[in-house]
């Protein structure tokens, strides 16, 4: 870094550098990984199959 205009108090200077070291070492955000519909929270723990007439159609994914 190099000023060119103005005079910076040794304080003034220590904080830009801090904030350029910071940026300079700022990681792009990660976008959390989707969750495929065969591995969702939901479907494991789902309640039990039901017996009886209909219960076919109950023990499917979207029941």
């Known amino acids: 870094m190099r000023v060119v205009r103005g005079g910076p108090t040794p304080e003034e200077l220590a904080a830009l550098t801090v904030v350029v070291a910071a940026l300079a070492q700022r ?3 990660r976008r959390p990984t989707p969750v495929g519909t065969w591995a ?3 479907d494991a723990h789902r309640t039990a199959l039901r017996p009886g007439p209909g219960g ?3 023990s499917g994914r979207f029941a």
């Open 27 to 29: 990681r792009p955000h």
């Open 40 to 42: 969702s929270f939901g």
């Open 56 to 58: 076919w159609r109950a």
